[in-house]
């Protein structure tokens, strides 16, 4: 495959996808043409391969002009250490950060050498995602003393917030250093959520580990169960029946209606509009009630599986869906005209938490966020997987990048998956649900890559001989999109910061693992 | 006679505020198309609250302790001044209008201090945003009061409501202008949409709530209490002011009865018009609220001069 004027020697690896090993040194040299080409890294992650190689492994994925791309570099046991690539893309620098605490495999030379998931939990000196961690190692309950950095100065004042919050949201710390009400610095501290994921991933069985992916963050279990299972059977070569692939499309553009219900009507609420909120919430209520009835679950959990899907709609099912979607699009037209004139709300929304497109662009915005930023990435419409291929995904873009222009792709998602939805319904193929997976017969990787309703979820899996998973790498495009929340409230009032923050809506359990 | 009657109003009103917060808070959930919490979901909240343990941080203060039950007293002081149902009762000269802006100022100083006192980091917010808004809407308030008080050559309730509601009908557009002002401004200190969110759980957009995060129990139920007194004298004063028709004149005790049945009628249609103009604002950014309570004031200072201009 070639970036620049370079062939990397990477090879297809699925449709969209490239898949090569390298030098560490070079590495760095891909990273710089992919930047330079315009493309994006979307994940970093480490690996213990001692056990297969006698090393640890540093592994990448960048988004280029043909696809996904995920390079590899096998580092030495001792000392494992890969060059920095945070000055390249600034969005690795936290997933350096977490690949250290888990692994201790070192960026070189890289500015910010702080732990990031590591809290005080465990000592410095272990690592627990290493094949040798010992997990009945009692916990420690050290102090956190994480050096937040100051903002000094006459009339600066730090407000610390979280990671226990009034509302029912998930746990993250805040540290706002402001002046008056501007807000000159918001750092994050995230992790909180660290539950162990990837280590748990370890020794599991395929399906069993399906069940897990979907779990990583819940309110894209669709998009995890998806790109899980999208690597699992294209490690182990398995063929999908068409009707599971339509299936799971479906799956995954009712959960991004029902997240994008919920959050314009939280947009609505953050800004005292309880009319907006109640009435996008009673829409979504029914939207995860009819789910409930037609598959069995609200948010539709364990409906994919590996080889292919486990629920199946009617033509009962399928014209009641049909009928919904035409009254859902009826009534969020109609809720939209309310948004659109309502001068307070449109007021707040405007000029607020402003990402611009070049800045978006250097700091790796994506998903949704990035859209609003006019940072044109969509997997389903530029590299489709079946069955978007036939579907002719419209992106929705924002040149504003403020909360009015995130929640305008929200509303032009919601009516293009809905769409989508009808689209599939009419042409559904017919056939079976489900296909038994090829044996694994020798260590087998694959990566799936699938567009959820926050952006693009990357799941790299390692199959090991004995057929079960050795390495699983989920990747959620909060840890691109976090750092720009830090940087998108910079000049806004602290009053405004739950608007913007809820306007990205990032996932915590999904980046803190 | 007088004095039971006084009492009998100050009871009925610090009782039954609850009553008023319930049924704004039924009516906005009727609005937004929720099942409404019963109307005496209010007094739940406080008899919970009453038979909790009250939690208060170690570095508290004794005026953190002090400051609940000094702006509950603050707020049914108030509440005694205030004409509901008959009018000129004893309390009443205790305090003009002037004093009573002076009252409401104390319980908010004690809020703010209070608030401080403890020196988390939202307490000192809120008590530094709560001045910002009163600091504006007191000036504004008072230039309602004088406005009013001008056509009755008094500052004293009794007097203001006796010129009004018992004397021949005449219609004042100062006093168009200058229900209008007190609209806003009564939205601005009570803590309601567009200036706060009553109901946010959000703590950085936080007004008055910020200021009472560290209170529980019984406190608490003091604070939320004075809150819905406060509520209940700001929709009396502008029931006095402005539609003072129908309250009992001194010693009138006939016309008790349909006194009480107007102030109830008013106050269920005032509430129902809070509720209304809530569901349909959303709250403004922070810093417009000067611009909205500067058109508070502006609004009372034309009234003034359209008195001037066509009343006198």
């Known amino acids: 495959m070639q970036i620049g004027e370079h062939d990397w020697h990477l090879d297809p690896f699925g449709r969209h996808i490239w898949r090569g090993r390298m030098e560490a040194g070079q590495l760095l040299a891909l990273a710089r043409a992919v930047k330079e080409e315009g493309g994006q890294l979307v994940a970093l992650w480490g690996s213990d391969d001692r056990h297969l190689d006698g090393g640890f492994a540093i592994h990448a994925a960048f988004l280029t002009g043909a696809?996904?791309?995920?390079?590899?570099?096998?580092?030495?046991?001792?000392?494992?250490?890969?060059?920095?690539?945070?000055?390249?893309?600034?969005?690795?620098?936290?997933?350096?950060?977490?690949?250290?605490?888990?692994?201790?495999?070192?960026?070189?030379?890289?500015?910010?050498?702080?732990?990031?998931?590591?809290?005080?939990?465990?000592?410095?000196?272990?690592?627990?995602?290493?094949?040798?961690?010992?997990?009945?190692?009692?916990?420690?309950?050290?102090?956190?003393?994480?050096?937040?950095?100051?903002?000094?100065?006459?009339?600066?004042?730090?407000?610390?917030?979280?990671?226990?919050?009034?509302?029912?949201?998930?746990?993250?710390?805040?540290?706002?250093?402001?002046?008056?009400?501007?807000?000159?610095?918001?750092?994050?501290?995230?992790?909180?959520?660290?539950?162990?994921?990837?280590?748990?991933?370890?020794?599991?069985?395929?399906?069993?580990?399906?069940?897990l992916a979907g779990r990583v963050s819940g309110d894209s279990h669709s998009a995890y169960a998806w790109a899980y299972c999208m690597a699992v059977e294209s490690a182990t070569a398995s063929a999908v029946p068409e009707r599971a692939v339509w299936l799971r499309a479906l799956f995954l553009e009712i959960e991004r209606i029902a997240n994008h219900l919920g959050d314009l009507g939280y947009l609505g609420n953050d800004v005292a509009l309880g009319f907006g909120f109640m009435q996008f919430w009673r829409l979504k209520e029914d939207w995860l009630r009819l789910s409930a009835k037609l598959f069995g679950h609200r948010y539709l959990f364990d409906c994919i599986v590996p080889g292919g899907v486990a629920k199946d709609i009617d033509d009962g099912g399928r014209a009641e869906l049909a009928a919904e979607a035409d009254r859902i699009e009826a009534e969020v037209r109609s809720l939209k005209a309310i948004y659109d004139d309502h001068a307070t709300l449109q007021d707040r929304f405007a000029n607020t938490g402003i990402v611009k497109p070049d800045l978006a662009a250097r700091l790796g915005l994506t998903g949704l966020a990035g859209r609003a930023s006019a940072q044109a990435w969509d997997a389903r419409a530029q590299f489709p997987q079946a069955p978007y291929d036939q579907l002719d995904v419209s992106m929705a873009t924002q040149r504003r990048g403020d909360v009015l222009a995130r929640a305008e792709v929200r509303f032009a998602e919601v009516t293009e998956s809905l769409r989508l939805i009808r689209a599939l319904l009419t042409r559904l193929p017919a056939g079976e649900l489900h296909a038994p997976l090829a044996p694994v017969a020798a260590v087998c990787e694959g990566v799936g890559w699938v567009e959820g309703w926050r952006g693009e979820v990357v799941v790299a899996v390692r199959i090991g001989a004995d057929g079960r998973l050795d390495r699983v790498h989920p990747h959620d495009p909060s840890w691109q999109n976090w750092p720009l929340l830090e940087i998108g409230v910079l000049g806004n009032i602290v009053p405004d910061f739950p608007l913007i923050n809820k306007s990205f809506n990032l996932s915590y359990s999904g980046q803190d693992l | 006679m007088s004095v039971s009657l006084q009492l009998a109003q100050s009871l009925l009103a610090i009782l039954l505020a609850p009553l008023l917060m319930g049924w704004v808070n039924q009516c906005r959930a009727w609005l937004q198309g929720r099942t409404a919490p019963p109307i005496t979901q209010p007094y739940r909240t406080l008899r919970?609250?009453?038979?909790?343990?009250?939690?208060?941080?170690?570095?508290?203060?004794?005026?953190?302790?002090?400051?609940?039950?000094?702006?509950?007293?603050?707020?049914?002081?108030?509440?005694?001044?205030?004409?509901?149902?008959?009018?000129?009762?004893?309390?009443?000269?205790?305090?003009?209008?002037?004093?009573?802006?002076?009252?409401?100022?104390?319980?908010?100083?004690?809020?703010?201090?209070?608030?401080?006192?403890?020196?988390?980091?939202?307490?000192?917010?809120?008590?530094?945003?709560?001045?910002?808004?009163?600091?504006?809407?007191?000036?504004?308030?008072?230039?309602?009061?004088?406005?009013?008080?001008?056509?009755?050559?008094?500052?004293?309730?009794?007097?203001?409501?006796?010129?009004?509601?018992?004397?021949?009908?005449?219609?004042?557009?100062?006093?168009?202008?200058?229900?209008?002002?007190?609209?806003?401004?009564?939205?601005?200190?009570?803590?309601?949409?567009?200036?706060?969110?009553?109901?946010?759980?959000?703590?950085?957009?936080?007004?008055?709530?910020?200021?009472?995060?560290?209170?529980?129990?019984?406190?608490?139920?003091?604070?939320?209490?004075?809150?819905?007194?406060?509520?209940?004298?700001?929709?009396?004063?502008?029931?006095?002011?402005?539609?003072?028709?129908?309250?009992?004149?001194?010693?009138?005790?006939?016309?008790?009865?349909?006194?009480?049945?107007?102030?109830?009628?008013?106050l269920l249609i005032g509430g129902a018009v809070l509720a209304f103009i809530e569901t349909i604002s959303a709250k403004v950014r922070l810093f417009r609220a000067p611009e909205f309570l500067g058109t508070a004031f502006l609004l009372a200072v034309l009234g003034m001069l359209i008195h001037f201009l066509l009343e006198v």
């Open chain 1, 67 to 211: 696809g996904l791309a995920w390079a590899s570099s096998a580092l030495p046991a001792e000392a494992p250490a890969y060059p920095d690539l945070a000055h390249i893309f600034p969005q690795a620098d936290r997933m350096q950060r977490a690949t250290f605490d888990l692994l201790g495999i070192t960026a070189s030379e890289a500015v910010d050498e702080r732990k990031w998931l590591r809290h005080g939990a465990w000592p410095a000196n272990v690592f627990p995602l290493r094949r040798d961690f010992d997990p009945s190692l009692p916990p420690i309950h050290d102090t956190d003393a994480y050096p937040f950095i100051r903002v000094e100065g006459d009339g600066v004042h730090e407000i610390p917030v979280g990671p226990i919050h009034a509302g029912t949201i998930e746990p993250g710390h805040f540290r706002f250093s402001i002046i008056g009400e501007r807000i000159l610095r918001l750092e994050q501290r995230l992790g909180y959520t660290h539950k162990g994921t990837e280590k748990r991933f370890e020794g599991m069985d395929l399906a069993t580990g399906a069940k």
């Open chain 2, 48 to 266: 919970k609250l009453f038979l909790k343990d009250a939690v208060i941080a170690h570095h508290a203060s004794p005026l953190f302790r002090f400051a609940p039950y000094m702006i509950f007293a603050c707020m049914a002081l108030a509440a005694g001044i205030v004409p509901t149902i008959a009018n000129d009762l004893p309390f009443s000269p205790a305090a003009d209008v002037i004093a009573l802006v002076g009252i409401f100022a104390l319980a908010r100083v004690f809020l703010a201090l209070a608030a401080m006192d403890i020196g988390t980091a939202f307490g000192s917010l809120g008590a530094r945003r709560e001045m910002l808004v009163s600091f504006l809407a007191e000036p504004a308030l008072l230039m309602v009061f004088f406005t009013a008080s001008l056509i009755s050559q008094s500052t004293e309730l009794p007097v203001i409501v006796q010129t009004l509601a018992l004397q021949e009908f005449a219609i004042y557009p100062s006093l168009a202008f200058a229900a209008v002002a007190f609209w806003m401004i009564s939205v601005a200190e009570n803590a309601r949409i567009p200036v706060d969110n009553p109901s946010t759980h959000l703590e950085l957009t936080m007004i008055h709530e910020a200021m009472i995060l560290e209170y529980s129990a019984r406190h608490l139920a003091l604070i939320e209490w004075a809150v819905a007194l406060k509520l209940f004298t700001y929709s009396a004063l502008g029931i006095a002011l402005f539609l003072p028709w129908g309250i009992a004149a001194q010693g009138d005790i006939a016309a008790l009865p349909l006194a009480l049945v107007a102030m109830v009628a008013k």
